[in-house]
């Protein structure tokens, strides 16, 4: 419970305006887009919405002298509860910090607010003949503190990397209120430790991220999509193995197994041949006069790995039409079935197969369906558990397969999470991934940083 005086303080700073703490203000702060059951709520005390750096340090120093949680949130999208306020406190929302301030064409950078919506960047710096390649697909709803505090990814991740890849520098308030700047726009830099890597991927628990600089690239002349389908998902696996050990590297490659595909096929028309058990999705990208010539490389290597159908969008529009299918997977999965609980695990390239194979296993094993999509291109997958969690013993049923896969995904090489942090929903498997010396170096970190543990509690370990 926060004590009042200081609920009057923190008011002060934002305004009665800015601030929000009815009941029903504080349920819609306590959830985000995780599979984390609404019951019991985490209900924040109170959610303030800052509009400069100023108001961010003064908030974040008054809980740090009073011991007060402070969970930063960005759109709420996270998958893994990030934002929940999980030990109650205050929410502060950067969703108004959201200017884009500034677009540096000679120097190829953007510098933005945290609250600046993933595709408005992304819109902005096309429209000077720029590109800024992480596309989350919650990019539409997504922040880029958010997406700097998860190191988001996407689709193009197997050709142009993720979020990290392209921050160059941030301001950050720290947990006693010091702004600090880290980075800048000199492209080398090296000048003490890396800082501005440490907040990527912190999940709010190092410090609030206030400003943030990223590179831009020029943006690609043309691109070409190409939609494959398989017989067997181990086809098609290794079919973007074959591609890119062979020199092509597609700007994505997103794979999709028979469950997902037919899910999308209950609400839209798409032509499936009968025995297609997998689709690769394929964009690549570049200059129109090599376009045609890679085109025609993907599907030779496609029907060197047995496809069964090949596509090529001719226009915009087409290409578009392709792409439905693996926009609309993520709803479209969760319609077929009364319960979605989506994961994200990322292995080695080449273990994608036995990955695959053993997720099968798994859905075997304890009578669930898995439906498995993701990005095939960085051997990051998406498994979503399919079932009723109204049903006797589902709930049990769920966790137990939930484990087996963040173990097969560790076993085969791979790790807990590609994109979507450690969270809460993670945190029982961390110290399996890093270690208990890992885990111990991040609490040093932590400790270093934020001696109070304000900022963003019980995120990541205990
Ligand atoms: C349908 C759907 C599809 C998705 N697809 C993808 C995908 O393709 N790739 C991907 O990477 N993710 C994906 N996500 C997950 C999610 O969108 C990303 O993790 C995104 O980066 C979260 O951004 P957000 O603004 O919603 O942050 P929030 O959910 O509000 O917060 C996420 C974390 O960031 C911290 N945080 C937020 N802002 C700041 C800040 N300014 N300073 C410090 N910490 C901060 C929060 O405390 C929390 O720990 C998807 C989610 C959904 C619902």
Same mark, same amino acid.
């Given at each position: ?25 504080? %349920? ?20 303030? %919405?800052? !509009?400069?750096?100023?108001? @961010?340090?003064? @908030? ?11 969970? &930063? ?5 996270? *998958? ?49 003949? !720029? ?17 700097i505090a998860e190191n988001a990814g996407g689709a193009r991740a197997v050709k142009y990397g993720v979020t990290k890849d392209y ?12 702004? /600090? ?17 440490? %907040? ?19 943006? &690609?002349?043309?691109?070409?999509? !190409? ?27 997103? /794979? ?9 096929? *209950? ?33 030779? #290597? ?25 926009? #609309? ?6 319609? +077929?079935?009364?319960?979605? /609980? ?19 296993? $798994? ?6 369906? /898995? ?25 049990? *049923? ?23 942090? +450690? ?6 498997? $961390? ?7 890992? @885990? ?10 934020d001696p109070k543990g304000i900022l963003n509690p019980g995120k990541i370990f205990e």
């Amino acid at each position: 419970m926060l004590p009042n005086e200081l609920r009057s303080q923190i008011i002060a700073v934002v305004g009665p305006e800015r601030s929000l703490d009815s009941d029903n203000d504080r %349920f819609t702060y306590s959830y985000d887009g995780s599979f984390v059951p609404l019951v019991p709520a985490h209900l924040p005390d109170l959610t303030v %919405f800052p !509009l400069n750096v100023d108001e @961010v340090a003064k @908030v974040v120093r008054l809980c740090n002298e009073h011991g007060v949680p402070l969970v &930063p949130r960005g759109a709420g999208s996270g *998958r893994t509860g990030g934002s929940i306020p999980v030990k109650g406190g205050v929410v502060l929302s950067l969703e108004r910090m959201n200017r884009i301030l500034e677009i540096d064409r000679k120097n190829m950078m953007a510098l933005v607010e945290p609250g600046v919506r993933t595709i408005d960047l992304c819109k902005a710096v096309e429209a000077v003949g !720029l590109f800024y390649p992480p596309d989350p697909s919650s990019w539409t709803v997504s922040t880029m503190g958010g997406n700097i505090a998860e190191n988001a990814g996407g689709a193009r991740a197997v050709k142009y990397g993720v979020t990290k890849d392209y921050v160059m520098g941030l301001e950050v308030v720290l947990a006693d209120g010091t702004v /600090i700047t880290t980075g800048g726009k000199a492209v080398k830099n090296v000048t003490g430790y890396d800082l501005t890597h440490l %907040f990527v991927g912190s999940e709010g628990t190092l410090g609030v991220v206030t400003k943030i600089l990223v590179r831009l690239i020029s943006k &690609p002349e043309a691109k070409k999509t !190409l939609l494959l389908m398989f017989a067997t998902v181990d086809d098609a696996s290794e079919c973007v193995s074959d591609m890119l050990s062979s020199g092509i590297v597609p700007a994505s490659a997103e /794979i999709m197994d028979k469950t997902s595909i037919q899910a999308v096929a *209950r609400f839209r028309k798409v032509d499936i041949p009968a025995e297609a058990e997998a689709a690769l999705l394929i964009d690549i990208d570049g200059p129109q006069k090599l376009l045609d010539d890679q085109a025609v490389a993907v599907a030779e #290597t496609g029907r060197r790995h047995h496809a069964v159908q090949i596509r090529e969008a001719g226009t915009a529009a087409e290409a578009d039409e392709l792409w439905v299918l693996r926009r #609309t997977m993520g709803p479209a999965v969760a319609a +077929i079935a009364k319960n979605k /609980i989506g994961e994200d695990i990322s292995v080695p390239r080449a273990a994608l197969p036995e990955m695959i194979r053993r997720l099968g296993e $798994i859905g075997k094993k304890h009578g669930l369906t /898995i439906a498995v999509f993701g990005h095939a291109g960085d051997g990051n997958l998406h498994p979503s558990i399919l079932t009723d969690l109204s049903r006797p013993g589902a709930r049990e *049923r769920v966790d137990e397969a939930v484990a087996e896969v963040f173990r097969a995904a560790l076993d085969v090489g791979g790790t807990l999470s590609g994109e979507h942090g +450690i969270g809460i929903t993670k945190k029982p498997f $961390i110290e399996e991934a890093l270690g208990k010396g890992g @885990v111990e170096a991040l609490r040093a970190v932590k400790r270093a940083l934020d001696p109070k543990g304000i900022l963003n509690p019980g995120k990541i370990f205990e």
